[in-house]
């Protein structure tokens, strides 16, 4: 079964940065589409960030300029550096497949949790 595991949250003051990586037993994963997602409490799942499979980059307007997504394939993982956080991006986060080109790989994992304080 593959399963998808996210690390490298926590707890982070305004402006600061945190470094998340994502891995998945049992696929290529990181050779598709992927993107990284978010989830504040009481929102929807949405999209911060994907790469596709020729490492074309795109970006939710609100995290463009802070956020940088990479994969390394040698390694099946993905990353998203994340600078000078904002309290608005604390939420959830979560990685799969990009939902815009191909189905999301099942089950999700259960994301790491990113906290700004401002």
């Known amino acids: 079964q593959v399963r998808l595991v996210e690390s490298g949250g926590g707890l982070v003051q305004a402006g600061g940065s945190l470094r998340l990586s994502c891995t998945a037993s049992?696929?290529?994963?990181?050779?598709?589409?992927v993107a990284w997602y978010r989830q504040a409490p009481g929102n929807e799942r949405k999209l911060v960030a994907g790469?596709?499979?020729?490492?074309?980059?795109n970006y939710a307007p609100s995290v463009k300029g802070r956020f940088t997504i990479s994969r390394d394939t040698a390694k099946n993982t993905i990353y998203l550096q994340m600078n000078n956080l904002k309290s608005e991006d604390t939420a959830v986060y979560y990685c799969?497949?990009?939902?815009?080109?191909?189905?999301?790989?099942?089950?999700w994992g259960q994301g790491t949790q990113v906290t700004v304080s401002s």
């Open positions: 799969n497949r990009d939902v815009r080109i191909n189905a999301p790989m099942n089950p």
């Open positions: 049992g696929s290529t994963f990181s050779l598709n589409a």
């Open positions: 790469i596709n499979s020729g490492g074309i980059t």
